[in-house]
């Protein structure tokens, strides 16, 4: 599939779907944006495990996404830990399970630091306590990584972060 091109008078921000994903070791969270790039929302809470990444992919496939945008949680200092590396594997194993099917999209590593205490803190503000947020914090995580990414691309006219392949 062929990123799209440019919304008319937008700066370099390209029109089309695209899915957040916020990896952890027990949930992988999914947030979608719109078609025009505007606003990012929850989609659902992926198990992790076997069958993960096919769900991912059948999500992608459905929505007729353009890209993935994969959260690549770094120290404040920028340096790589055991989060990151797990974060680079499973971006790669969507990358390459997604050309396996026929129906591969770019994916993209695009920096998470604070992501989740951004979301953390916009639920507990929204209300949400105990159980109820850890039910969701993964999508919210999601949507923070995303809204991030499709900001970035409309202020600087370019993909966010680091495509899969390129030196990862």
């Known amino acids: 599939m062929q990123l799209s091109t440019p919304l008319p008078g937008s700066r370099g921000v390209r029109r089309g779907v695209r899915l957040g994903i916020d990896v952890g070791d027990v949930r992988i969270g999914v947030a979608q944006c719109d078609p025009g790039a505007s606003l990012a929302t929850p989609v659902e809470t992926v198990a992790r495990g076997h069958g993960d990444v096919e769900r991912i992919l059948d999500l992608v496939a459905d929505r007729e996404a353009i890209e993935i945008i994969v959260g690549w949680p770094r120290s404040l200092s920028g340096r790589e830990g055991a989060a ?58 999601a949507v923070v990584i995303l809204q991030h990414a499709i900001d970035t691309e409309r202020s600087t006219g370019r993909p966010p972060g680091q495509e899969v392949g390129d030196s990862t």
């Open 84 to 141: 990151a590396a797990k974060a680079v594997a499973f971006a790669k194993e969507l990358s390459s399970a997604g050309e396996r099917r026929g129906h591969g999209v770019p994916v993209r590593l695009v920096d998470e630091r604070l992501t989740t205490v951004s979301a953390e803190r916009t639920l507990r503000e929204r209300g949400k306590k105990g159980a109820a947020r850890r039910a969701v914090i993964d999508q919210a995580a």
